[in-house]
């Protein structure tokens, strides 16, 4: 038995796409045959090479058909995901056979290198090459499948097909032209049709445009032919568009007659080629020869459909637009299925779309007149769209609004924009309805528009606008501007109201709101309409607008003037009564303001003082002074220091305390001329009336209100003195502190302090009063260092320390005992001697504080210690001494006592001298004087005693 | 030859006791003339007399070994006689120079036969050439196989007229051999083969209508007629009558016919399905077919490579079978089966039960050292008869498997040939399920065919002759 053939490259070239079904029946086939090829090949154990190359060509064959499948159920995935799974592991199996083919293959020839069929084989591996787009490798391949095959076989014949075909789609088709010749000729199978027209194709490419048409025809004679692939449809196609190419469209035409085919549907598919290559003016004239033969309207929808992209691609806007107008007639008539309209629907967006692109550009700008073409055949296509796509009504509107807007066509564009806002809102596709309100107000506040169009929209726009955007920065200008337009319109209603919305969106806006308010208040005052006036005034006293001051007052002052127009007159001619009549009924009445209210109680005041009636004047001032705003005290001070100054002229001492104290407090933040007037008179006031709790109260205030240090100074200082006359220590001492800061304060401060020593010292608290007297000395320093003015109790106070300090070492002076024996003498001498040179630098110090009285006691004591020191010195004897001891003893203490003796003179002769010289009057003064006679001692004694100083207001 | 010549050494030491006349004349001529060569067709001459031939048969082999250009009458009737009564094979393994020592016409056919086998059919030609008078006993088998070689040699007309001439003489012979049942039945196989070898060569002739009548001439009880049968299936093929080729084959299915073993059987009826496009049915024989062999082909190959060449084992294999013991490997009890039924077999066999027989009466000698030397002689044929026999066994199996291999080779191509016209199919046309099958309008026959439509029952008589009626379904 012999196999008959073997090869099977007939299927693999012919393998097309298969429906499932057919494809796995084959599948199931090829791997029957690969599972018998493969036993059949261990049976012989691969000694015969055409088993192989069987097997090799199953495995491609069926690599084909997987891939086929694998190619559908790759495409069959949704795009988006596509881009993002591993396109390899949907051809795995394919990749798999195609490589198990190339393997068998490259096996085969190195096993059997003169494998007589080896054509197949390269065949096989070109083949497989062609599949994994190595084209170059294929190229090779098919070469050596046809250098190795007998010229006259099939396997040369295929080969020189793909190679040509390869050729043919690398577009060479010089190179692919004498492959199929040669193939062409050998053979006439039933694909000849197929590669006949492939090899025409190459002719008219080469520019062998006869030789294209001869082959074409012969190739559609054999079509005819059972035996032969029909390609009768494709060549009368190209055939026609061979002669449409030459310019030869009649006889095209004739082709078709004498083919008996439908002259208008061919030429349509003509033209349909001719724009597939880009010839498009040889389409234009197809297809408007396959319309002139058209016979149904049918036929004349499909070319109008292609004439639609062939004038879009060539941008022939007018043709375009012409043929849609047809195109739309037919859709009005209801003539379009679903996929013509949807066509149609693309084209007139697309068109109308490109247009706006166009007339928004810059590239019309300088041509107007074009632009204005452009734009109103845009807006054509819009309209259009406006009853293709009527849910998307609106959308075509306002790209129609937008294209109007761009040439300046603003009226056109206003009613264009207004009605895409609103089928915009009513679609709810917000974003359309912000652009179209957008554009809507920016026409509107364009030049040049209508009256009519602003009268019509522009209210209804900002309308819209701020129902949607109530608060943002464009509102912000619109509620203005509406403002502006309901006043302009007389609707004081809506105005109102917008000033309340307004308000609500931008209530930190005052001054916006403010002069809308003023501007409404305006239309009232023209009116002279009170009440309305007086509601606004009444809203803005709520609080309802926060308007600035100046506004307010002259708000408040536009009704006060209503309200004080009368009484002034009274108050201006002097008739008081009547005047004070009048405020008291404007005070009273409810109908009055706060403002209008203080107005009277101030005014009312001063009437009063004006009559000299202190208490209603005393009433009414403190009145006015806590109803009236700060400014309103401030600017009226002066009277309110009068009103004080009065009540103190009437010995009120306590009401002008208060008044000053109230008018401070009101006055405490601000700069007013007399603050520390009525502070320090508040004060003052209050301490003569021994109020120093009251006193006090105004003192704590001091800071806070910004009073001058002076004045709080001296306040300070006088509630301290009056406090160190109550004797309440712990307040002094508290109200005292602060003041030691101030080194003005200081010097006056010692005396008190003193006193508080004292008063310790008195109850047993030895270690504060000490405490008090170290501070006291500190202080003292302090002053001598800031050089202030010591007064003179305080320095007296200080000597009268120091003077203590100073007889408290003429104590231990006079302690230290003179005795024998003579070391012991000389030892008590010398201690003696130190205890004097202490005092002398102690009295220095005292002199330096430059008291009278205290330089007057320290001569003293220093004259009394040194005599005292020379007496105990002369006096002493040695006893049980020699007399010679004695003499010589005594001899030596003389030479001793006469200098102590003369140095006292000399502290005399200096105190007597500061006593004249410096005016020092005191009464220890006669001591010095007396000399040494202490029976007749000459004291000083004044003739009267002094006067008690009436601080004034104590009664 | 040296063993023979110490045999013969020590018999010239001891005395002969009297047997039978023949074998006692054939001791005392050895014994004095010291087992000299040149005597042993005297000493053959004694054998003879008393049928002693596979005793004789060592003494023949060493007198054409040790003498050349024998060209002795008597001694070619004696070889010839020994030759015709032990059966060719024991001299076949003999070298062609030294059967050439010998001129007798059953020579010269063993010699043909060896060159025939070697395909030097020309040389074979000159050995047969005039070298076999025409009453010679190997003259039928002589022509048969002259008739072979004009054949092989595509001389088709001298071929027929050999066959022809082998007819008549067989049948002249078997008429003559009529009381020798062996010889009788080799005969009667020489003559239907021949008969055969008519149709054959009309086959080879390409003239298939004339060899369907030739083989018609062959009568069914024939022993060949089994095998012949698939040749006619065959010629059927070639005819392009399928349905009789596969009514043919379908008798091979009686279970009277189970002893054949042909594979080739399968693979010629798969053949058959395939023409007439009967892919399944193609395809179920095909895989039936794998099924039935493929893993115990590999058994029984393993089997053979197990047993290498023990002949003996071979022999007892086929002998046990013979008698009833069978494998647990179905195809190798067909193998042995076709064999045990082969004519080659069972002459050989026949011929090494005479060979015991011979044996038998040299027990009988008197003479204990002749008898010894005698037994050992026929002990040592024997032996070699036995593993002549075990040998043909292998190689009938190893042939056997070698044909399985191809024909499974040869299924694979078929089913491949089917599998790619299916596959045409589907690319070319949509297949169609739908086909019609047994319409006797599809038959064709000659006068001498019957026609018996197979119904799955095998009748005796009508065996051979069933024919299926299956139409194409090729398009």
């Not at chain 1, 203080?598 to 806590?626: F, P, T």
């Not at chain 1, 030691?740 to 008195?762: C, G, M, T």
């Not at chain 2, 083969?193 to 001439?217: I, P």
């Not at chain 2, 042995?336 to 005479?354: G, H, N, P, Q």
Request: net charge positive.
């Amino acid at each position: 038995m012999k196999f008959k053939s073997l090869i099977i490259l007939f299927f693999i070239l012919s393998t097309s796409v298969f429906a499932d079904g057919r494809r796995d029946r084959l599948l199931r086939i090829i791997n029957e045959e690969l599972s018998e090829v493969s036993r059949l090949n261990k049976q012989i154990g691969s000694k015969k090479p055409d088993i192989l190359l069987r097997m090799a060509e199953l495995y491609l064959e069926k690599a084909r058909l997987i891939r086929e499948n694998e190619n559908q159920r790759y495409l069959q995935i949704d795009p988006a995901k596509r881009t993002r799974v591993k396109k390899s592991s949907y051809f795995q199996e394919s990749t798999k056979n195609f490589t198990n083919a190339q393997k068998t293959c490259y096996y085969l020839l190195k096993r059997f290198p003169r494998y007589k069929r080896r054509g197949y084989v390269y065949f096989v591996l070109a083949y497989n090459a062609k599949e994994f787009q190595q084209i170059n490798k294929a190229k090779k391949f098919f070469e050596k499948a046809i250098k190795t095959s007998s010229p006259k076989s099939d396997i040369n014949r295929k080969s020189k097909l793909a190679l040509a075909e390869i050729y043919f789609n690398m577009y060479r088709y010089n190179q692919a032209i004498p492959l199929y010749e040669g193939a062409l000729k050998l053979k006439k199978d039933k694909w000849w049709t197929k590669d006949a027209f492939n090899l025409a194709w190459c002719y008219f490419r080469t520019g062998k445009k006869y030789k294209a048409i001869k082959l074409m025809k012969q190739a559609n004679a054999l079509s005819a032919d059972r035996n032969y692939v029909d390609l009768r449809d494709s060549i009368q196609r190209d055939l026609a568009y061979f002669y449409a190419d030459m310019g030869k469209v009649d006889e095209a035409v004739g082709f078709y007659k004498n083919n008996d085919r439908n002259v208008s549907k061919s030429l349509l598919g003509v033209g349909k080629h001719l724009m597939s290559k880009g010839k498009n003016k040889e389409a234009d004239r197809a297809l408007t020869k396959a319309f002139s033969h058209a016979d149904n309207d049918q036929q004349k929808l499909k070319i109008d459909e292609t004439l639609l992209t062939l004038y879009e691609d060539t941008l022939d806007y007018p043709k375009h637009y012409k043929v849609t107008e047809r195109m739309f007639s037919y859709y009005k008539k209801g003539m379009l299925n679903k996929d013509q309209k949807e066509n149609l629907i693309y084209h007139v967006k697309k068109m109308s779309a490109s247009l706006q692109k166009q007339v928004a550009g810059k590239t019309y700008v300088r041509l107007p007149e074009v632009r204005k073409r452009k734009a109103a055949l845009a807006v054509s296509y819009f309209a259009m769209s406006e009853e293709l796509i009527p849910e998307k009504k609106y959308l075509s509107e306002f790209h129609a609004a937008e294209t109007n807007y761009a040439v300046g066509l603003f009226d056109q564009a206003i009613e264009k924009y207004d009605s895409a806002y609103k089928g915009s809102r009513a679609a709810n596709d917000k974003k359309i309805a912000g652009v179209a309100l957008n554009g809507l107000l920016a026409s509107l506040g364009k030049r040049g528009i209508s009256q009519q169009t602003k009268d019509n929209y522009l209210i209804s726009s900002f309308e819209y606008y701020l129902e949607v955007n109530p608060n943002d920065k464009r509102a912000y200008r619109i509620y203005q501007r509406l403002f502006t337009a309901y006043m302009e319109k007389g609707e004081i209603q809506n105005a109102e109201r917008l000033v309340y919305r307004f308000k609500k969106y931008f209530p930190k806006d005052h001054k916006k709101s403010e002069v809308m308010v003023a501007e409404i208040i305006d239309y009232y005052k023209e009116r002279k309409d009170k009440s309305n006036i007086k509601v606004w005034v009444s809203r803005i006293n709520k609080g309802d607008f926060r308007v600035s001051k100046k506004f307010a007052e002259k708000v408040q002052l536009l009704l006060l003037s209503l309200q004080f127009e009368n009484v002034q007159k009274f108050s201006s001619t002097g008739d008081k009564v009547q005047a004070l009549r009048g405020y008291h009924s404007i005070y009273k009445s409810s109908d009055s303001t706060k403002r209008a209210k203080r107005n009277a109680a101030y005014n009312i005041a001063i009437l009063y003082y004006e009559l000299g009636d202190a208490k209603n004047m005393y009433d009414w001032s403190i009145n006015a002074v806590k109803k009236m705003t700060v400014a309103e005290v401030q600017k009226f001070e002066n009277s309110f220091v009068l009103f004080g100054n009065e009540l103190f002229y009437q010995n009120q001492t306590d009401k002008s305390a208060n008044l000053n104290f109230i008018t401070l407090n009101k006055l405490c933040g601000r700069k007013a001329k007399n603050k520390n007037s009525f502070a320090k008179n508040a004060v003052v006031l209050y301490l003569s009336d021994g109020k120093v709790n009251e006193a006090l109260d105004v003192y704590k205030k001091m800071d806070k209100c910004g009073i001058s240090s002076k004045i709080k100074r001296e306040s300070g200082l006088d509630i301290v003195k009056e406090l160190m006359a109550q004797k309440r220590w712990d307040t002094l001492l508290k109200i005292a502190g602060p003041l030691e800061n101030d080194r003005k304060a200081l010097p006056h401060l010692i005396v008190p302090y003193y006193k508080v020593s004292r008063a310790y010292k008195s109850i047993g608290r030895e270690s504060r009063s000490v405490a008090l007297d170290k501070k006291i000395w500190d202080m003292y320093k302090n002053v001598e260092r800031s050089k202030e003015p010591l007064p003179l109790d305080a320095l007296d106070i200080l000597v009268e320390v120091k003077l203590n300090t100073l007889e408290k070492y003429e104590k231990r002076l006079n302690n230290v005992k003179l005795s024998f024996p003579e070391k012991r003498f000389n030892s008590r001498l010398k201690s003696k001697f130190k205890y004097l040179d202490d005092i002398v630098s102690k009295a220095l110090e005292i002199f330096r504080m430059g008291s009278g009285k205290g330089i007057v006691a320290t001569y003293q004591l220093l004259v009394r210690t040194h005599l005292n020191v020379a007496e105990e010195i002369s006096n002493f004897t040695p006893s049980g001494k020699p007399q010679g001891y004695i003499q010589s003893f005594k001899s030596q203490m003389s030479s001793l006592v006469g200098p102590l003796r003369q140095k006292a003179e000399q502290y005399r002769q200096e105190a007597i001298h500061k006593v004249y010289k410096e005016e020092i009057l005191t009464f220890e003064n006669y001591k010095l004087l007396k000399l040494y006679n202490e029976e007749l001692p000459l004291e000083f004694l004044p003739l009267k005693t002094g006067i008690l100083m009436d601080k004034g207001g104590r009664r | 030859m040296t063993k023979l010549k110490r045999i013969i050494l020590l018999t010239s030491m001891v005395s002969m006791f009297s047997v039978s006349a023949g074998l006692n004349d054939a001791w005392d001529l050895l014994r004095t003339t010291k087992g000299d060569p040149k005597y042993y067709p005297q000493v053959i001459s004694n054998f003879i007399e008393d049928e002693m031939y596979f005793t004789a048969m060592p003494y023949v082999k060493e007198y054409l070994t040790r003498f050349k250009n024998i060209r002795s009458k008597k001694v070619d009737q004696q070889i010839d006689k020994i030759i015709t009564e032990v059966g060719v094979r024991p001299f076949e393994i003999l070298s062609s120079n030294i059967l050439d020592n010998s001129r007798a016409p059953i020579i010269m056919y063993i010699l043909a036969k060896k060159n025939f086998r070697k395909k030097r059919y020309k040389q074979a030609l000159k050995y047969l050439n005039e070298t076999i008078p025409a009453n010679h006993p190997a003259k039928p088998f002589a022509l048969m196989l002259e008739a072979s070689i004009f054949s092989i040699l595509e001389r088709q007309k001298s071929a027929i007229a050999s066959y022809q001439r082998c007819v008549k003489v067989s049948k002249s012979m078997m008429s003559d051999n009529s009381d020798n049942p062996s010889r009788y039945r080799q005969l009667s196989l020489n003559h239907d083969y021949c008969v055969v070898g008519v149709a054959r060569a009309q086959f080879a002739a390409g003239k298939f209508e004339g060899a369907v009548s030739s083989y018609l001439d062959l009568p069914k009880d024939s022993f060949i007629w089994p095998e012949i049968l698939f040749e006619e299936a065959w010629n059927s093929f070639y005819l392009r009558d399928y349905n009789r080729a596969l009514g043919k084959l379908v008798t091979y299915k009686a279970p009277i016919l189970n002893f054949v073993f042909n594979p080739e059987i399968d693979v010629l009826r798969a053949m058959t399905y395939m023409e007439l496009c009967l892919w399944d049915d193609t395809k179920k024989v095909i895989n039936e077919f794998y099924d039935k062999f493929q893993n115990k082909s590999l058994k029984v190959k393993n089997f053979m490579d197990k047993h290498g060449k023990d002949y003996k084992y071979y022999y007892l294999l086929a002998k046990s079978f013979k008698e009833g013991k069978m494998s647990g490997n179905s195809l190798l009890n067909s193998l042995l089966r076709s064999i045990v039924k082969d004519s080659s077999y069972i002459e050989m066999t026949e011929s090494f039960e005479r060979g015991k027989s011979e044996i038998e009466k040299i027990k009988q000698f008197s003479g204990n050292r002749a008898s010894s030397i005698f037994t050992k002689n026929i002990k040592d044929s024997l032996l070699m008869q036995r593993d002549l026999i075990g040998a043909y066994v292998r190689k009938t199996i190893n042939t056997n498997l070698r044909h399985l291999d191809k024909n499974f080779e040869g299924m694979s191509y078929i089913k491949l040939e089917v599998l790619a016209r299916e596959k045409s199919m589907v690319y070319n046309t949509e297949y169609n399920g739908f086909r019609s099958r047994g319409d006797i309008k599809h038959l064709k026959r000659n006068e001498k065919q019957y026609f018996w439509d197979f119904r799955g029952e095998f009748w005796a008589d009508e065996l051979g002759d069933y024919v299926f009626s299956l139409k194409s379904e090729c398009k």
